[in-house]
């Protein structure tokens, strides 16, 4: 099994440098997809990258560490999209805004599943959680001032505090076993439908 070793060799400041490893790991992203993990080869990736692999070496020691950037920038800019998306919602009582809320997450998840899966197989594409300390005081603020907003139909008793801050975990937990163990219920609406009813019952009660 694979362990994740190394970290960047150098952080990428200069425009060119930046590009040079986002080229990178979409190569990796690409011969993951298309060939699988044991193909996945520094030297490979280089060449489905077209640059050398001495330019490779110059930001990843190894490919375990070029994985685990891979995973961390896909993770990054599928919560960016859903939380922005999320922010925009307007009009909506909570059954709706669960409902739009849960689709985006689903729908963003599923649109790199294969990355994901194969990602979640190796233990170096899945490093320790590192939760988005910086950004998740705001988001948890996003869900607390959407629970006051709708306060009228939240079940008698409900936590907000509590609930702004475990909501986002379960989801992103049951999003985690469905790539692993259960992909299929990205696609047949089972995970949605399944955390559409927790979720309401959750927040709502049996009204």
Do not use: C
């Not at 409900?158 to 909501?167: D, K, L, P, V």
């Not at 696609?187 to 399944?194: F, I, P």
């Amino acid at each position: 099994m694979p362990t994740n070793t190394g970290h960047h060799r150098k952080k990428p400041r200069q425009a060119r440098s930046v590009a040079t490893v986002g080229i990178l790991l979409d190569a990796a992203a690409l011969v993951l997809v298309d060939e699988g993990y044991e193909r996945a080869t520094t030297n490979r990736i280089a060449e489905r990258a077209g640059v050398s692999i001495g330019s490779l070496y110059q930001y990843f020691p190894n490919r375990d560490a070029l994985f685990g950037a891979l995973h961390g920038r896909t993770e990054a800019q599928m919560s960016e999209n859903i939380w922005q998306t999320i922010s925009e919602f307007e009009g909506l009582d909570l059954r709706g805004f669960v409902r739009s809320g849960l689709n985006t997450a689903i729908s963003q998840h599923a649109r790199v599943l294969p990355l994901l899966k194969v990602l979640m197989e190796t233990a170096s594409g899945r490093p320790p959680v590192q939760w988005p300390f910086d950004r998740f005081p705001q988001r948890q603020g996003l869900l607390r001032g959407m629970f006051d907003s709708h306060a009228d139909e939240l079940r008698p008793g409900f936590n907000r505090e509590a609930g702004s801050f475990f909501i986002p975990r379960m989801v992103g937990s049951a999003l985690d076993a469905a790539i692993a163990f259960r992909p299929d219920a990205f696609a047949n609406g089972e995970l949605e439908q399944e955390l559409d009813t927790m979720l309401s019952y959750y927040l709502i009660g049996e009204r």
